[in-house]
């Protein structure tokens, strides 16, 4: 059975920039244990929980990101504050995002990975660590720590995102091949269509379903000779035609030649190369239903034939063969989704780096080292003792010794992260 939805159109549908926030993680507590018979208790304040990160999460039902032009942000929940009795805070909660399958995400001109699957998820903006309590920093010679670690702030930035797969099916052909009209025809989508070439300015989309598979097409802007060398809407033309699993390529049989229109359109995909020469390809004629393109059709089948290639006839206008192609479009889909894929689970693209360097910058030395930037992050300046456990945290790592190399002496200025401290 074959049923049709609508769809509108759409432009600028396959780009989008949104804003991501990751939650802070909750204040470490600064609590001592005091019972009736224990007037002297030991620290006891518990640690602040983790801030929520925000993910996007791969959506088969999704089929643009046009949403995100009117919802730009989104932001976890931040973690709560530990308490005395050594208790945690809560962890703030996570926020999912979800985009269509086929979405590359990067952020500052780095890749950071890309959606492919239903339920994928990609970590674009993690949540702060929850600050220690002060019980974490009881020691032999330090049994009463009067200081705790304040939540990490999350990762906060602009991210950008391109949809690779726009759509299941994208409709190829020359302006005026009748590709609007054919979309219009099998989806009941409403296309601005009119009879002359380059009507198709942006991408239409629509969508039909076929024994319960939901089939997207996208009519795609209109190809002429030299595109893949730029001309016209050419680049365009061959990027949005890379991110379909299938395309269907329109002849307007009431055309001078047909074939030569068949040819020029094949012989651009081949220039272009990269993934458009292997794509799956349906070739259909359309206005089936003039009398000029009958009397044609059977030295038209010859000619495909000779080239190796099965058409189909089809009538926009009239809705002629359009069942039978939907058909075999969902047969040839069907086909390429049974084909083996890794399993869809949680990515993350940016791994925190392990090395660490010591630089000279303006009268002070900065230190880069990645994890004790975040840390530097959750100590509070004011507090003595969490600035005294830090100095003893960077010498433990070894970057100390580094500063001292580096010719580092008492009352120099040394940076880590938003952290300024007197050496």
Same mark, same amino acid.
């Given at each position: 059975m074959i049923e049709y939805k609508s769809a509108m159109m759409h432009s600028g549908f396959d780009t989008a920039r949104i804003y991501v926030k990751g939650g802070k993680g909750g204040d470490g507590a600064v609590s001592f244990r005091r019972e009736? !018979? +224990? @007037? !002297?208790? $030991? @620290?006891? &304040? %518990?640690?602040? %929980?983790? $801030? &929520?990160?925000?993910?996007?999460? %791969?959506?088969?039902?999704e089929d643009t990101l046009l949403r995100f032009r009117s919802r730009p942000r989104f932001a976890a929940g931040n973690g709560g504050p530990g308490q005395g009795g050594k208790k945690h805070g809560p962890c703030g909660d996570d926020t999912p995002v979800q985009v269509p399958l086929g979405t +590359? +995400?990067?952020?500052? %001109? *780095?890749?950071?990975?890309?959606?492919?699957?239903e339920g994928q998820r990609l970590? +674009? #903006?993690? &949540? &702060?660590?929850?600050?220690?309590?002060?019980?974490? !920093? #009881?020691?032999?010679? *330090?049994r009463v720590p009067r200081f705790a670690l304040r939540g990490e702030p999350g990762e906060e930035h602009w991210v950008s995102l391109e949809l690779k797969l726009i759509a299941d099916v994208g409709i190829i052909g020359y302006p005026n091949a009748g590709k609007s009209s054919l979309l219009r025809a099998v989806t009941r989508a409403t296309p601005k269509v009119a009879d002359y070439p380059f009507t198709t300015l942006q991408p239409n989309l629509g969508v039909a379903e076929v024994d319960g598979m939901r089939i997207t097409l996208a009519d795609l802007p209109g190809l002429i000779e030299g595109a893949h060398q730029g001309v016209g809407l050419g680049l365009d033309f061959l990027r949005h035609a890379e991110r379909t699993r299938l395309l269907l390529h329109v002849v307007d049989g009431a055309a001078a030649d047909p074939l030569a229109d068949y040819d020029g359109i094949n012989s651009e995909l081949l220039a272009y190369g990269r993934s458009l020469p292997d794509k799956s390809r349906l070739v259909v004629v359309n206005k089936v239903d003039l009398p000029e393109v009958q009397e044609r059709w059977p030295a038209l089948q010859q000619g495909f034939a000779a080239r190796g290639v099965e058409v189909q006839p089809v009538s926009a206008l009239t809705g002629a063969g359009t069942r039978e192609v939907l058909a075999t479009m969902a047969h040839l889909l069907a086909a390429g989704r049974q084909a083996p894929r890794e399993q869809a689970g949680e990515k993350v693209y940016r791994p925190e780096g392990r090395g660490y360097r010591v630089e000279r910058e303006g009268g002070a030395f900065r230190v880069y080292h990645p994890r004790l930037e975040r840390l530097a992050r959750m100590v509070d300046p004011a507090s003595r003792g969490a600035v005294a456990w830090f100095r003893e945290r960077m010498a433990r790592l070894g970057v100390s010794a580094a500063l001292e190399r580096q010719g580092v002496q008492p009352g120099d200025r040394v940076v880590v992260g938003n952290l300024e401290l007197e050496w």
């Open positions: 009736k !018979f +224990v @007037p !002297f208790g $030991g @620290p006891d &304040g %518990g640690d602040g %929980g983790h $801030g &929520g990160s925000v993910y996007l999460v %791969g959506d088969a039902t +590359v +995400v990067a952020c500052e %001109g *780095e890749q950071l990975g890309e959606i492919t699957m970590l +674009v #903006a993690r &949540g &702060g660590m929850g600050g220690w309590g002060n019980a974490r !920093f #009881a020691t032999a010679t *330090e």
